[in-house]
């Protein structure tokens, strides 16, 4: 995903795949173990970094709305691959999954059934997707008063959008990704420039997309806990990117151009993303060990009347 506006002969082959999935998994834990993941020793702070004047504000890496602190957990939802008939279930197992916000544009909907909305207005919102937003005009002359922020991850092994367009001065900076390591580097470029901002991930990415000719792409579901709660424990608010995909319909299913080898590759038809609901909206085993750490590490430790109804 590029920066948006507001986004494993035989047995011994066997045993060193084995070997090196643990290993790697080792190694994140070590990670969440480091006291670098904490933060502490980030002092840099740019005094003209963005600052949110709408009904959600931040201050001390918080997150406010209306003057109240809130933690944001999030899930994906694009209403263009799910029937209208099916917008209310999905909404509805979000939020028993313990989200209290969703990503998309449900606005009504999702305030009916207690949920706030993280309104990525576009023209384009990645998504693999032409557009998918409101058309600029309209964005252009409807002043929009609310926070501001930009989503961006690595676009290579060492640079990330941040790099390459640092907007902290217009937005809040926020990151993307799915690994646990290179969220570590995205929060402190975060933390580096403001002591004010709070750390997000607006997209996890809780599996992804399929593409013809290649295999069902699968996030190991150990490798999801890991992160998951390590985001949680933190502190850290975040989106997963799908909570649900659905499907592309008719002729939507998108491609994506490979830079590096210069090749065109077209999505499929399913757009399930081996996310927590799966394209049929089933709930999976992933969603049952999201929800699970949702409530151990962040619903059990509110008082009551901060639960959502």
């Known amino acids: 995903m590029s920066y948006l506006t507001w986004t494993l002969l035989a047995m011994l082959c066997c045993i060193s795949t084995i070997d090196g999935e643990t290993n790697a998994r080792n190694n994140e834990l070590d990670l969440v173990r480091d006291e670098r993941f904490l933060l502490d020793d980030v002092t840099f702070h740019d005094p003209q970094a963005y600052v949110s004047t709408g009904s959600l504000t931040f201050k001390n890496r918080t997150f406010y709305l209306d003057g109240q602190p809130i933690r944001i957990l999030s899930g994906s939802i694009h209403y263009f691959r799910v029937p209208e008939y099916y917008w209310r279930d999905r909404l509805l ?23 706030h909305v993280i309104f990525r207005p576009g023209p384009y919102i990645c998504g693999e997707w032409d557009l998918g937003g409101l058309p600029s005009l309209e964005l252009q002359s409807n002043g929009i008063e609310e926070m501001f922020f930009t989503s961006d991850g690595y676009y290579n092994d060492i640079d990330t959008g941040m790099d390459r367009a640092p907007f902290y001065k217009e937005a809040l900076p926020t990151a993307n990704f799915d690994k646990l390591s290179q969220g570590i580097e995205l929060f402190r470029k975060i933390a580096n420039l403001s002591q004010d901002f709070p750390l997000m991930v607006t997209e996890y990415w809780a599996g992804w997309f399929d593409q013809w000719g290649g295999k069902h792409q699968i996030y190991d579901i150990q490798d999801h806990e890991t992160t998951v709660s390590a985001l949680l424990k933190t502190g850290a608010s975040m989106n997963f990117y799908m909570y649900h995909g659905g499907t592309n319909f008719g002729f939507t299913s998108g491609a994506n151009w490979i830079l590096d080898t210069s090749t065109y590759v077209s999505d499929v038809t399913s757009y399930d993303y081996d996310a927590p609901l799966s394209e049929a909206g089933d709930m999976t085993l992933k969603y049952n060990s999201t929800r699970n750490l949702i409530q151990s590490l962040v619903l059990s430790m509110l008082p009551l009347n901060q639960h959502i109804n």
């Open 93 to 115: 197992k979000m939020k028993a999954g313990g989200l209290n916000s969703i990503q998309m544009k449900f606005i009504q909907l999702a305030h009916n059934v207690g949920l």
